[in-house]
C-alpha cells in the first residue's frame, strides 16, 4: 500500500503542474492588450493634429507645350520648402522658417500639373494659415521667371482651416495597437521553440519483479549465440 501511494504522488505533481501552468498561446492575447492599452494611451495624451491644403497649378503660355508645364510643376513642388520660399513664407506663417519647415509638405502627380501644399499644425487656423503662406510664396517667387520658363503658378484654391484633426482618435490608435500587438505575438508564438514536456519520473518497480537495471546487467551477462561460457575453475579443498 505504500507503494502505491508513492507512485501516486509524482503522477498527481505532474497533473497539478500541468493545471496551474499558463496555457501555450498566453502570449498572444497579452501582446495584443499591451498593444490596445499602449495605442489607446498614444490616442489620449498626443495632442490632436489639423491639415490644410492649398492647391497651386502650372499654367503654360500660348509658346508653351502642356508637358513642359507637367514639368515645372514637378519642379516647383521640389523648391516649395526650400530656403528661399520658406524664408518669403515666414512672416505671414507666424513661425520661424526652420519650424515652418516641418509643418509643410508638398506633392504632385506625374499626370496633372497641380501642387497640393499641405500645411500642419496643433491649431486648425494656424494649419490654414502655413499652407496658403507657402502658396503664395511659391507663386511669387515662380512668376518672376515666368517670362523666361514660359510657365506660370496660379491659385486654384485656398486651405480653408479643417474642422476635424487629422490625427487618429483614440479607438482607432487602440484598435491599430491591438492588430500590432497580436501580430508580434502570433508572430513569437512561431519563432519561439517548441515546448518541451516535462520528463517523467522513474517510478520503482513493484514488490517481488526485479529492477529494470538489474534486468538488463542478467542479460549482459548471458553469452551471445555461438559463443561458449567459460567454466569456471572449481576451487580446491583443502
Known sequence: MADTADQK????????????SPPAWWPLPAAALLGLAAGGAYGV??????????????????TTEPATALGFAQ????????????????????????????????????????????????????????ANAVADALTLSSNQAAKNTGVQLLLFNQAVAPTE?????????????????GLLGGLWLLARPARR?????????????????????????????????????KESVR
Open 9 to 20: 504522488k509524482p503522477a498527481a505533481r505532474r497533473r497539478r503542474a500541468r493545471l496551474l
Open 45 to 62: 495624451l498626443k495632442a490632436p493634429e489639423y491639415a490644410a491644403t492649398s492647391y497651386v497649378v502650372a499654367v503654360p503660355d500660348d
Open 75 to 130: 519642379a516647383y513642388a521640389r523648391i516649395a520648402t526650400s530656403s528661399s520660399t520658406l524664408a518669403y513664407a515666414q512672416p505671414r506663417a507666424g513661425i520661424s522658417a526652420r519650424e515652418l519647415r516641418t509643418h509643410v509638405r508638398a506633392e504632385t502627380s506625374p499626370e496633372s500639373p497641380m501642387i497640393a501644399i499641405t500645411g500642419t499644425s496643433a491649431s486648425a487656423d494656424e494649419s490654414a494659415d502655413i
Open 165 to 181: 484633426p487629422a490625427s487618429p482618435s483614440a479607438p482607432v490608435s487602440g484598435a491599430v495597437g491591438l492588430c500590432a500587438g
Open 197 to 233: 514536456r516535462p520528463e517523467e519520473e522513474p517510478q520503482p518497480a513493484p514488490a517481488g519483479e526485479p529492477e529494470p537495471g538489474a534486468v538488463v546487467e542478467e542479460l549482459g551477462q548471458v553469452p551471445a549465440q555461438g559463443e561458449h561460457a567459460e567454466p569456471k575453475e
